[in-house]
C-alpha cells in the first residue's frame, strides 16, 4: 500500500482542522485563546465614533464584533470620565463630571487584540448668550473639546441636520445648555428671524425637535424695506435683525421686534422666556418717537414727528442692525440706517433688565447733526470689565473742536456710571474724507482684546477695521480723540487696499492666544500676531481661500490654548439686490488656527451636505461639537458624523 496521503483524505484533514479551530479546541487543559485562524476572523466596531456631550448628558455606546466565538462580545474600558452602571458586552452608557477630550474602547473578549476606539469631547460651555461670545466680541470659544484637528475634516464633519424657519436668519443663533424645557433637560438652540418669530430647537436631535416658537408681529406685519426707502440690504421683509442677548440667571432672552401696524411704525424690546417664549418683566417696551435727546440735527418726519429742539427716535428709519448687549443689569440696544435714508442718527438706548417698563436711558451720537449710525456688520456694542461701552460710528456729522456733540466716524467710549455719556473717543485725522467718500469707519464691529493680550503700559487695547481696509489699534485708557495734523493712536496696519465703499473689512475679527484673524472684502482669511501691544505689520500666515462681499467676520473653537479652530462663512450669494449677488447656499469654512491650513468646507452647490442659502454678515456658533449656521431658511446643523 502506498504511503501517499490521497487528495480526498487531506481535505478531510483540512476541514477537520478548521472546525477545530472555529470550535476553539486545543485540547484539554489549554489556554482557551483562539488560534491565528480563527483570531484573523474576528474584527469590532463602534458606534458613535465621535462626539461632544455637556457635562450632564450621556451617550450610549453600542460596540459590534464580526465572527465573535459565543457571542462573548466586548469589555469596555475608558480614559476618563464614568460608565453609568455596569456595561453589557455589546453597550455602555458614558457621562463625565469634568471637562475634557476622551477615548471609549471596546475589545473583543474572544481575542484581546482585535478593538474599536470612539472619541469623545466634554464641555463645560454653559452656553452661547450673546453675540461673538463674549462682551468684549472676541470670537473665541474656549472651551470646545470635541472638535479638532484631528477629528474635523471632510470625511468625519458635515451637515447633520436642519430646522426650517419662516424668514431669513441675520442674527446669530444662541445656544444654552442643559436648559429645562420640553419636559427634560436639553441643549437649546435659539434663533431668531426677519419675519419676526423666535424659536427654540432641540440642539441635538436629528430629525429637528423644535420645543417652542413665538412670533412678535402684535398682529402687524414684517417691515418692507420698500417702505424705509432702502436699496437692498436686507433681502424681502424687516423684522427681527439684530442678534437677541441671554440672560442664564433669570432664564431670559432680549430681542427687539420690528412691524407695521396698520399704518403705524413699531420697534419693540421684548423679555421671553427661555422655558416657553413667553413675555416677562413687563414686556415689551414700546420703542417709540416719544423717545427723544435734546439736539437741533432735524424734527423727525411723517411717521415720528417731535417738537423744535428735539431729535426723536424714529421707529420706521432706525435699523437695530448690531446684536443687543446685557451688562450688569442692564439691556443695551444700538441703530443705524436703513441703506442712509434719513432722518436717522446712531443710537444707544438702554433698559433695566428686570422691568423694561422703566424709563431708558438714552446717547445719540450725532444730536446736532446727522448720521452718525452704529451697524457694525452686525456686531453688538463691546465692553470691558469697568463697564464701559465702546461703539464705532459710520459716516456722520463731526465736531472738530469743542464742545462736541457729534460723533460720525468715530470709536466712541460710553460711561454707564450715570446714564450714558462720552467717556473718550478716537476719529481719524481724514474724517472728513471718510464721510464724504462713504468709507464708513464702522463697517465692523469694536473687539475689546483681553488685558493680557497687551503689554505693562498698555494693558487694555481695543481694535477694528474699516472701508479702507485699515485696523485700528487704540489704547482704550487714552483713545486720543482728534488730531487733524494725524493719529496718534497705538497702531494702524493696512490689511487690504482700495478704499471704496464695498471693498476693505465689512467684518469683525476674531482674537485668541495672541492672534488676530481677519477676513476682508475679496481676500482670505489672514492671522496677524499680536505682542506687547504691536500687531505684526502683514499677516503671519493666510489661507487660499477667497471670500467675496462682504467678506467674513471668523470665530474660533479651542480647547484653551490649544486645538484652535478658525470658523468663518462664505456668505457671497446671499441674494441681497446691493451689490447683486444671485442665493446660494452659505459655505462654511474651518481653518487650523496656527497653521490656517483647511481642515473642512462645506459644498458651495445644493445639494446633500450643503448649508441653506447664504445671508449676509453671518456669524457660526460653535458649541458642544457642533456649529449652527442661520440661513436664509433654515438652522443648518454642522457636526462630527457618528
Known sequence: ????????????????VLVLAVLGLNGCGGTGSSPPQAASLITVSISPRRGGLTLSQTLTYTASVTNDVGAAGVT????????????????????????????????????????????????DLAGVFTQRYDIGRTGENQQEYALTGSTVSNLTFGKLFSCSVDGEVYAQPLYVANLAIGGGTHNTVFVATENDSVYA??????????????????????????DTGETGDINTKIGITGTPVIDPASKTLYVVSKTKEGSVYHQRLHALSLTDGSEKFNGPADITAALTVPGNGDTGDATCPSTSGNVPFCPLRENQRPGLLLLGATVYIAWASHGDHQPYHGWVIGYNASNLSQPPVLFNTTPNGGLGGIWQTGTGPAADASGNLYVITGNGTFDTSTPRTNYGDSFIKLSTTSGLSVADFFTPSNQSTLNSGDLDLGSGGPVVLPDAAGSGTLPHLLIEGDKQGILYLIDRDSMTGFHLGGDQIVQEVTVIGGACITCGVFSTPAFWQGNLYVVAIGDVLKRYSLSNAVLSAAPVQQASDPFGFPGASPVVSSNGTTNGIVWAINSTNNGTPNPGNASGPAVLFAYDAISLSKLFSSPATSGAGAAGNAVKFVVPTVANGKVYVGTQSELSVFGLLP
Open 1 to 16: 500500500m502506498s504511503s501517499r496521503v490521497r487528495p480526498n483524505h487531506m481535505r478531510m484533514l483540512a476541514a477537520l
Open 76 to 123: 469596555w474600558t475608558k480614559s476618563g470620565g464614568s460608565f453609568s452602571g455596569t456595561p453589557s458586552t455589546t453597550s455602555a452608557t458614558f457621562f463625565s463630571s469634568t471637562a475634557g477630550s476622551f477615548t471609549i474602547t471596546a475589545t473583543s473578549v474572544a481575542d484581546n487584540t482585535k478593538s474599536a476606539i470612539a472619541t469623545i469631547g466634554v464641555t
Open 201 to 226: 430647537f432641540d440642539a441635538d436631535t436629528s430629525p429637528c425637535v423644535q420645543r417652542w416658537t413665538v412670533s412678535l408681529l402684535n398682529g402687524g406685519t414684517p417691515v418692507s424695506p420698500a
